[in-house]
């Protein structure tokens, strides 16, 4: 009870931010903004809900929804497109963390056979930054400063695009990787669907049909980093072809190469107050879910630290 509680405050709240005060405007897709907004950015204590509470979240909404239907409060059948969650076996064993050696390989691979694609843009700012999904939805192409080799944030919901911790999500990037902005600037010269979104804004990611879909982006990471996209060996279906690759459940989601960015930086001795600022999680945060160093490695950095401030 005491859960159910809790995703119905969530519920209300993203009406709320949204401004939906009539439950009969509701419709499949408002729905599934609000489940990617519960697993993404409602969480406080993760970065994002785990597999199986992401499902939980899921169920309950079906329920809730489907109890609307029988007072009317909502349209006949809606519960219907609220799709089942189901936790896969591999969702609960594997690794939470990409390794950056992969990320590198898969971010190298993209730079010689898809250069200034939007997939390339794509795993270069995940490689670059650990932007959250939410963070690179949200960019368009005026937040992309390339003389000063910045990216900026900005929390702007009346059009649809949040950040996780609203305003506090808000900040300046440094791009550090020339790479990553000489790519950038080829990409929106000459790779980018030139588009708008429904509210006049330029995206940075695009499609035919504006602002590319936080789904898009999902699949673009889920796609690459199956092992078969880069001509490795992979034991998912023979029958899988290269563009259902996302499909493969030896792939990784957005959180874990999240994950592996920021264990580079802690294994990199950037110190946590500087990750936590340009990653956009808080120290605790990082220190419980995202270092992903071995006892010794932390040592080792600690006698570093320490060795580093007594000679001076």
Known sequence: ??????????????????????????????????????????????????????????????????????IDAVRAGLHEQILPFRVKEADEVRDEMLEMDRIKEILDYLETYHYASRDHIIWALLAESGFRIG????????????DNRTLRLRYRPETETSLKNDRGSERLVGLI?????????????????????????EPLLTTRNGRVARSTIRKTVYRWSCPQALGDECSHDDSMTSSDAWRCTNNACPHMVRAGVITHLLRADVPV????????????????????????????????????????
């Open 1 to 70: 009870m005491k859960t159910h509680r809790s995703s119905l405050r969530h519920f209300t709240k993203w009406t709320e931010q949204v401004g939906i005060e009539d439950l009969n405007n509701l419709d499949g897709r408002a729905i599934q903004r609000y489940l990617t907004w519960r697993a993404e950015e409602a969480p406080t204590s993760v970065d994002h809900l785990a597999p199986k509470s992401e499902k939980t979240q899921i169920d309950i909404t079906r329920k809730f929804v489907e109890y609307c239907e029988t």
């Open 273 to 312: 107050d500087y990750v936590s600022d340009r990653c956009d999680v808080s120290p605790a945060v990082i220190r419980t879910h995202y270092d992903g160093r071995s006892e010794s490695e932390r040592m080792e950095a600690r006698s570093r630290a320490i060795a580093e401030k007594l000679a001076n």
């Open 177 to 201: 990787r020339d790479g990553t902005v000489e790519a950038l600037q080829a990409y929106i010269d000459d790779q980018r669907v030139s588009a708008t979104d429904e509210y006049g804004r």
């Open 135 to 146: 963070a690179l939805h949200s960019l368009d192409v005026s937040d992309f400063d390339p």
